[in-house]
């Protein structure tokens, strides 16, 4: 895989969180909180469309899940937390994640590579994983792996 994007995309993060840039995303912002409501309510309105009112029995892997926030709102939903899985390459973030989550199973590693069966999850989700990435390729074999963990 290519290493040189994998360090680049980590130290962008680290430039990132250095300067102040995560108090962008602080609910307490009102784009922030105005973006957050308008992605759950489209992510509601796309569960059911495909008729997943009932999570309680679902595999949800979230690619990039960061702080793993998006996972605990799939409780809400009715998912169980030994079915949330999260991947994120940045420690930080899947320490904390740990910390706040420690019933939801989160994994240190790079999406393109995921340590999983194939078929294995009912719902896969990225929200900003693509934006991040500058690498066609990357992005490819990350949607590859994302289509090979999902079953059909």
Do not use: W
Not at 43 to 69: F, T
């Amino acid at each position: 895989m290519n290493k040189a994007e994998l360090e680049r995309i980590k130290k962008a993060y680290e430039k990132r969180d250095k300067i102040g840039k995560r108090a962008l995303y602080s609910f307490f912002q009102k784009q922030a909180l105005f973006n957050y409501h308008q992605r759950e309510k489209l992510l509601l309105e796309i569960l059911a469309s495909e008729d997943l009112k009932d999570l309680s029995d679902k595999k949800i892997l979230h690619v990039g899940c960061g702080y793993g926030g998006m996972l605990r709102r799939f409780l809400d939903y009715g998912a169980m937390p030994e079915n949330l899985y999260g991947i994120d390459l940045l420690p930080d973030r899947i320490e904390i994640a740990k910390k706040l989550s420690p019933h939801i199973n989160f994994y240190l590693g790079n999406a393109a590579e995921l340590p999983f069966e194939d078929e294995f999850f009912d719902i896969v989700m990225q929200f900003t994983v693509f934006t991040s990435i500058l690498d066609y390729s990357m992005k490819q074999k990350i949607a590859q792996e994302m289509l090979r963990v999902l079953n059909p």
